[in-house]
Every structure is written in C-alpha cells, then in structure tokens.
C-alpha cells in the first residue's frame, strides 16, 4: 500500500490539527496504521496506532485523551484528530501501514508516507 500524508501546519497551543493518510492498493483494509512522529535531534516514536477491524486502538501516554485515530475503509483513509496541542507535539508526523493488520507500536511497519509537518507555538 502507498500513503500520502496531509493535514499538517502551524497551530497555537490548544489549537488543533486533523491529520489525513490516504492510501492506495488493494490490502488497505486488511492493514493495521499508526501515526509516528519525529521531532528534531529525536527518534522516531509511535503516536497511536488501529487495527483492520478498527476496534483495537493504541495510544502514547503523550496523547492520550488529546489524539483520536480513525480509519475510513470506504476513503481508504486514515485520520489523526490531535486536539489541545503543546509545543512539544512539533514534528513531522508519518504514516504507517502494517500488512499483517496489527497496528500496535510494537509492528514492524512495512509502508510509510513522507511526512507532514506538525508545528504547534506557544
């Protein structure tokens, strides 16, 4: 499957951001996704992550209660609603797709988007 991430930007504290991944292929439905984030200088870490059957959910600590993932099989699309957001939620998010349809942060992860830029001020 290949991903296509939009939706980032620049927001104040509190503000917030719907990031969208849309994707092509046959096995989208099948897939496990998640959003990673990069921050400068930092790893890249696991942001919140959904199963093919969109029941089993995953979340950081960071975002939990912030960040909602949500999955639209007929859009082929996967949304990241982040609200309340703090400065150190800045980074390029990403989107991964995971074949065998987990979608928890310990997946290996087979395709990635190329990033959107996420840039919250204080």
């Known amino acids: 499957v290949q991903l296509q991430a939009s939706g980032g930007g620049l927001v104040q504290t509190g503000g917030s951001l719907r990031l969208s991944c849309a994707a092509s292929?046959?096995?989208?439905?099948?897939?496990?996704l998640a959003w990673y984030r990069q921050a400068p200088g930092l790893d890249r870490e696991f942001v919140a992550g959904i199963g093919r059957s969109g029941i089993t959910i995953f979340y950081a600590d960071s975002v939990t209660g912030r960040f909602t993932i949500s999955r639209d099989n007929a859009k082929s699309t996967v949304y990241l609603q982040m609200n309340n957001l703090k400065p150190e939620d800045s980074a390029v998010y990403y989107c991964?797709?995971?074949?065998?349809?987990?979608?928890?942060?310990?997946?290996?992860?087979?395709?990635w988007g190329q990033g959107t830029q996420v840039t919250v001020s204080s």
């Open positions: 292929g046959r096995t989208f439905n099948s897939s496990g």
């Open positions: 991964a797709a995971d074949s065998g349809g987990r979608g928890n942060k310990w997946t290996v992860y087979d395709s």
